[in-house]
């Protein structure tokens, strides 16, 4: 007969504190209609919204129009002059007359003044580039100016991915950890109430008491830790993704994704060649030795074809367009240029840059050697942690099974209340340690998959 009494008031105890907690859970939280995110969409809000995504999308597009500006320097050069000019002050140049008339010694001069008063000349000039290595090698540069550009873009929407999805995670970790801190509350709840009932019946030590009340009060820190930091990581995303107020951060993750796809990742190939940073230090190099190139081409030969056509005027008073002044002028012809020197140090400038390639190159291969670094140690990490979460699961589900044996055998008299009260402190330790370890082995994850050039697995998986 006790002993159907005591389990009565076990039931009912429990059935108390799950109402009394549950209540506290629906109050604490605003209920509405909740809108679920996942994290393809929270990546592509991400992209679409950032102004600083948005202005590098504007760079490549500047750098595209510089590309197409570029191709017009092989189109004909064509130039329209006229000039209508007055000359108060004639030249005067001395001609030697003895040369065109024999009847002065051959040594005579003579000063004679050349032109009008007034001339005016109107004329079209047109240049066609035949051969111009340099403009070749410039139209490349501006190509790969495109490339590194798209680079640093791709770098950029790579480094948001990362943040984007960090944060998204440790939303749907946080998400686990308020139900779990939930759980907890309502288990402590209900040891304490029974602890409670043996106090009043003066079978228990204030003490004991203490200790199961100090048990709940820690749960429910947690909980609340856990759900302010919740909340903390929805306002940035909420930041990441463009959207603003914290009214809108009553939403949902895909928790499933979390919870099934962390182990499915830990055996991706590695592809740094993947890896925006490494594409664009290659590409710096590139360019930088692509300016070499441009270099050697400005001391190189051009060919292009010249012509002329228009005419002059010559008149003593201001008249534009007196009969029989106007003279026609014309020519066609092949322009030869070949730069012997420049007024600049060459090989300086070509060591230069030659160096500064060789930079590059050197600082990409550093570069890739760390990040082969780091998927190694975030890979050890991971074996490392997964090995530790598997045994805090299996140790924390033989802690929950004895607490409950514990409130049973409490509630019955025949187990003690320090017992209980260890217990449920101990797995409160272990809760916390697995969580912690649970957000490690993301972290770790996440820089294995950043690390090897797969980071948008997690978006396109």
Same mark, same amino acid.
């Given at each position: 007969?006790?002993?159907?009494?005591?389990?009565?008031?076990?039931?009912?105890?429990?059935?108390?504190?799950?109402?009394?907690?549950?209540?506290?859970?629906?109050?604490?939280?605003?209920?509405? #209609?909740?809108?679920?995110?996942?994290?393809?969409?929270?990546?592509?809000?991400?992209?679409?919204?950032?102004?600083?995504?948005? #202005?590098?999308?504007?760079?490549?597009?500047?750098?595209?129009?510089?590309?197409?500006? +570029?191709?017009?320097?092989?189109?004909?050069?064509?130039?329209?002059?006229?000039?209508?000019?007055?000359?108060?002050? +004639?030249?005067?140049?001395?001609?030697?007359?003895?040369?065109?008339?024999?009847?002065?010694?051959?040594?005579?001069?003579?000063?004679?003044?050349?032109?009008?008063?007034?001339?005016?000349?109107?004329?079209?000039?047109?240049?066609?580039?035949?051969?111009?290595?340099?403009?070749?090698?410039?139209?490349?540069?501006?190509?790969? =100016?495109?490339?590194?550009?798209?680079?640093?873009?791709?770098?950029?929407?790579?480094?948001?991915?990362?943040?984007? #999805?960090?944060?998204?995670?440790?939303?749907?970790?946080?998400?686990?950890?308020?139900?779990?801190?939930?759980?907890?509350?309502?288990?402590?709840?209900?040891?304490?109430?029974?602890?409670?009932?043996?106090?009043?019946?003066?079978?228990?030590?204030?003490?004991?008491?203490?200790?199961?009340?100090?048990?709940?009060?820690?749960?429910?820190?947690?909980?609340?830790?856990?759900?302010?930091?919740?909340?903390?990581?929805?306002?940035?995303? +909420?930041?990441?993704?463009?959207?603003?107020?914290?009214?809108?951060?009553?939403?949902?993750?895909?928790?499933?994704?979390?919870?099934?796809?962390?182990?499915?990742?830990?055996?991706?190939?590695?592809?740094?060649?993947?890896?925006?940073?490494?594409?664009?230090?290659?590409?710096?190099?590139?360019?930088? #030795?692509?300016?070499?190139?441009?270099?050697?081409?400005?001391?190189?030969?051009?060919?292009?074809?010249?012509?002329?056509?228009?005419?002059?005027?010559?008149?003593?008073?201001?008249?534009?367009?007196?009969?029989?002044?106007?003279?026609?002028?014309?020519?066609?012809?092949?322009?030869?240029?070949?730069?012997?020197?420049?007024?600049?140090?060459?090989?300086?400038?070509?060591? =230069?840059?030659?160096?500064?390639?060789?930079?590059?190159?050197?600082?990409?291969?550093?570069?890739?050697?760390?990040?082969?670094?780091?998927?190694?140690?975030?890979? +050890?990490?991971?074996?490392?942690?997964?090995?530790?979460?598997?045994?805090?699961?299996?140790?924390?589900?033989?802690?929950?099974?004895?607490?409950?044996?514990?409130?049973?055998?409490?509630?019955?008299?025949?187990?003690?209340?320090?017992?209980?009260?260890?217990?449920?402190?101990?797995?409160?330790?272990?809760?916390?340690?697995?969580?912690?370890?649970?957000?490690?082995?993301?972290?770790?994850?996440?820089?294995?998959?950043?690390?090897?050039?797969?980071?948008?697995?997690?978006?396109?998986?």
């Amino acid at each position: 007969m006790n002993s159907d009494s005591s389990s009565k008031k076990t039931l009912q105890y429990r059935a108390f504190g799950f109402v009394v907690v549950a209540l506290l859970m629906v109050l604490s939280v605003p209920v509405c #209609a909740q809108r679920t995110i996942t994290l393809p969409q929270a990546i592509k809000n991400a992209l679409q919204q950032r102004k600083q995504i948005q #202005a590098g999308k504007s760079n490549e597009v500047i750098r595209r129009l510089q590309t197409e500006a +570029l191709y017009r320097k092989y189109w004909p050069q064509i130039n329209l002059a006229y000039s209508y000019m007055y000359n108060p002050i +004639l030249q005067t140049s001395i001609l030697p007359i003895g040369v065109f008339n024999p009847a002065y010694p051959a040594d005579a001069t003579k000063s004679i003044q050349f032109g009008t008063k007034w001339s005016q000349a109107a004329g079209l000039t047109v240049n066609q580039p035949l051969i111009d290595v340099a403009i070749n090698r410039q139209l490349n540069e501006a190509k790969l =100016q495109q490339r590194v550009a798209a680079a640093a873009q791709a770098q950029t929407e790579y480094q948001l991915g990362f943040d984007v #999805a960090a944060v998204y995670i440790d939303i749907a970790l946080q998400d686990a950890k308020v139900r779990s801190a939930t759980a907890d509350t309502i288990r402590t709840r209900i040891s304490y109430q029974l602890l409670l009932n043996r106090y009043e019946q003066q079978r228990l030590l204030k003490s004991e008491l203490n200790k199961a009340r100090i048990n709940h009060n820690n749960a429910l820190q947690q909980y609340r830790n856990a759900v302010s930091k919740l909340i903390e990581d929805k306002v940035y995303l +909420l930041f990441l993704t463009g959207e603003t107020g914290v009214d809108q951060t009553d939403f949902l993750v895909d928790t499933v994704f979390v919870n099934h796809t962390a182990w499915s990742f830990s055996d991706v190939r590695p592809a740094t060649l993947n890896i925006p940073e490494l594409q664009q230090l290659q590409l710096n190099g590139d360019f930088a #030795a692509l300016q070499t190139k441009t270099e050697k081409a400005k001391y190189l030969p051009t060919v292009s074809m010249k012509g002329f056509v228009g005419a002059n005027q010559y008149t003593n008073n201001f008249d534009p367009i007196a009969a029989n002044t106007w003279f026609g002028l014309s020519y066609v012809g092949i322009d030869l240029k070949y730069p012997l020197l420049s007024g600049e140090h060459k090989h300086n400038r070509v060591l =230069q840059l030659e160096m500064q390639s060789g930079q590059y190159y050197q600082q990409k291969e550093d570069r890739a050697a760390e990040y082969d670094k780091d998927a190694l140690l975030a890979k +050890l990490n991971m074996i490392r942690v997964q090995s530790e979460m598997e045994t805090q699961m299996e140790n924390r589900a033989l802690s929950i099974e004895s607490i409950a044996i514990f409130q049973d055998r409490v509630a019955e008299g025949q187990e003690s209340a320090v017992s209980l009260n260890l217990e449920e402190a101990s797995l409160q330790v272990l809760d916390a340690a697995y969580q912690s370890n649970r957000m490690q082995y993301w972290l770790y994850l996440l820089d294995y998959l950043k690390a090897t050039g797969n980071l948008e697995l997690l978006w396109k998986h």
